[in-house]
């Protein structure tokens, strides 16, 4: 009683705060307890779906575990959220098992298909083919997610696959009301959406997008999701869908092939782990480039005192952006799926090449833009993918990033099964050099090989202290994920902000190339900007698209925060 007396306090000095606090976000004035921040002694699930955080509950009820809530979320998210996942994609997940003391870490990322080479995106001049990588057939990895998911969930689940489909079944079937964020997308995506029939089936019918308050109905998907209940992966990756998906791509004369899909392997990789003070911080491996960057980042950041200065002093700011600028250029040189190509992990996740790093930032002066390297501008930008967070009260811990990569994926969807199918090969190097959508700059480590992985920058981590798990933490947003997973470790553990602040608070950016910092709007006042271009800083404001899933375990309470800038649920129980 007491302790909810002070955390209600607690919460209106936050709230009576965000307007004198430009850095905390302006939506947050749209902030919903019920929905973005929970506290409870036993489960917390945050997600970005409320049909998805309400189905893991509902499987926990039935007396299921973290993994069959996992499990549930996966496939709910994926009806509930087409425009940013499902099982047309893939992703990676960490899960902290207490019982062994181990975190184990899942890749379940989309492959190149066996007939794809280096080349397939540029013409007979070597120019990158405009949108090839993005819209249609040409544009689909072989989708892991289904795999991934049950595979873990036959390990490690207690109920049975029926039950963890059962929400995403029914709500397919359904259907639901289409939401802002969804109609948004939708919008985007109205070109190819209404172009391909499969597609305008559901999501533009009679040649007019979904509207928002419309129902949106995904019956094929009902179909396919039962058949996986029922069959197993053994239907997606060798039966019906296999063969279903497999003919969209030959009627588009695609790549896929069924080879591809008897060949696609889920990886039980080693995580990437790393230490920032007392924490230490565990995230995913390559072909993810987030955990070793996020490392990399806090190496450098070890050595200052971010502390005394605050988050937002221009000094802070100065050097955090610098770090992450650094950061970004290694990226676009080493990085690449490390089952094809070397990745220095070692050196690049080292203390000592960190504080040569750090011996490279002028107290007082940014970086030109020559200082590191070479590239250019993106042209475009979205925000989409999707992250969960689940804890129990014993600690043990799942985050989960999962995409179809672009909103709507390839806009693609394979006939007759209501699967959007992925755009993840747009995050390979289509020559190198060249950007991808979320501009980041690749080199020949990451250029297209059959059944290599596109370099991902998701960042599904967990941070421990003293032995014992202390934060899972994880979000969409392409490039951004990385630095917004970071910045929210700085803000809950470095500048000791309690969970809710550590996530509304405005987060920035800086990924080498474009020389800038992005900010989230609405935050810093403008003397703290006129400092920063005064080391010669480059400061845009745009919103980083980050939509931060966090579950903090403070003793025994579990506190889990959904980003209050979109739609999610932290739902504790
Ligand atoms: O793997 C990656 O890094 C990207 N495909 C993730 C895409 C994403 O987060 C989209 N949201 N903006």
Redesign the pocket.
């Known amino acids: 009683m007491v302790k909810n007396a002070t955390y209600l306090i607690l919460l209106s000095l936050i709230f009576t705060s965000c307007a004198s606090k430009k850095y905390l976000m302006e939506d947050v004035k749209n902030f919903k307890k019920e929905n973005h921040l929970s506290t409870s002694k036993d489960f917390m699930i945050t997600s970005q779906g409320h049909y998805s955080s309400k189905a893991a509950k509902e499987v926990i009820d039935k007396g299921g575990n973290i993994i069959d809530a996992m499990a549930a979320i996966s496939f709910v998210i994926s009806v509930e959220r087409p425009q940013?996942t499902g099982i047309g994609g893939g992703g990676f997940l960490l899960f902290y098992e207490k019982k062994t003391d181990t975190v184990h870490a899942f890749d379940f990322?989309e492959k190149a298909p066996l007939r794809s080479d280096s080349k397939m995106y540029l013409d007979k001049s070597g120019n990158e083919i405009d949108r090839k990588s993005l819209d249609g057939i040409f544009a689909v990895g072989v989708p892991g997610l289904v795999k991934g998911v049950l595979e873990i969930h036959k390990k490690y689940g207690k109920l049975k696959r029926a039950d963890v489909l059962k929400s995403a079944i029914d709500l397919a079937r359904n259907g639901m009301p289409v939401y802002e964020e969804l109609r948004r997308a939708l919008k985007g995506r109205e070109k190819v959406l209404c172009k391909y029939e499969s597609s305008k089936k559901i999501f533009c019918p009679g040649g007019e997008l979904l509207k928002e308050g419309e129902v949106l109905k995904q019956n094929d998907l009902a179909n396919t999701l039962e058949r996986i209940s029922r069959f197993g992966e053994k239907d997606f990756y060798h039966g019906e869908t296999m063969r279903k998906i497999v003919s969209t791509s030959k009627k588009y004369k695609g790549l896929l092939t069924r080879k591809d899909f008897r060949k696609y392997n889920v990886v039980n990789r080693r995580p990437i782990s790393g230490t920032y003070k007392n924490l230490k911080i565990y995230s995913m491996s390559p072909p993810?480039s987030?955990g070793v960057h996020i490392i990399q980042i806090l190496n450098i950041l070890e050595n200052t005192n971010l502390k005394k200065n605050g988050p937002y002093h221009p000094k802070s700011i100065h050097y955090v952006s610098s770090a992450m600028e650094m950061a970004f250029a290694d990226r676009a040189a080493y990085l690449g799926d490390s089952d094809f190509v070397k990745v220095p992990l070692k050196g690049l996740t080292s203390k000592k090449y960190a504080k040569r790093l750090f011996d490279k930032i002028k107290e007082n002066e940014a970086f030109k833009k020559e200082d590191i390297s070479k590239g250019d501008a993106p042209a475009y930008e979205?925000?989409?993918?999707t992250h969960f967070t689940i804890m129990d009260k014993e600690g043990n811990t799942v985050v989960s990033?999962q995409?179809i990569?672009?909103w709507f994926g390839s806009g693609l969807v394979a006939e007759g099964t209501g699967i959007v199918l992925n755009n993840?090969m747009?995050?390979f190097s289509t020559k190198p050099g060249a950007m991808n959508?979320?501009g980041a700059v690749g080199s020949k480590q990451n250029l297209v090989a059959p059944e290599k992985r596109?370099?991902?920058?998701?960042s599904p981590t967990i941070v421990f202290k003293d032995g014992e798990v202390k934060l899972g933490v994880g979000t969409?947003?392409?490039?951004?994920?990385l630095t917004c997973v970071m910045q929210t470790i700085l803000n809950y553990f470095e500048y000791e902000k309690p969970l809710y602040e550590a996530v509304a608070m405005a987060r920035y950016h800086h990924q080498w190339r474009p020389h800038q910092i992005r900010f989230d709007e609405a935050s810093l006042s403008s003397s703290v900007v006129s400092e920063l271009e005064e080391m010669g800083h480059k400061v845009k404001f745009k919103n980083l698209?980050c939509r931060i899933q966090a579950v903090a375990k403070e003793g025994d309470v579990i506190t889990g925060v959904s980003d209050p800038r979109g739609e999610g649920k932290a739902l504790g129980f």
């Open positions: 940013s990322r993810s987030g979205s925000d989409h993918t990033t995409t990569n672009g993840e747009d995050d959508l979320f596109p370099l991902s920058s998701m969409p947003s392409g490039t951004r994920i698209g």
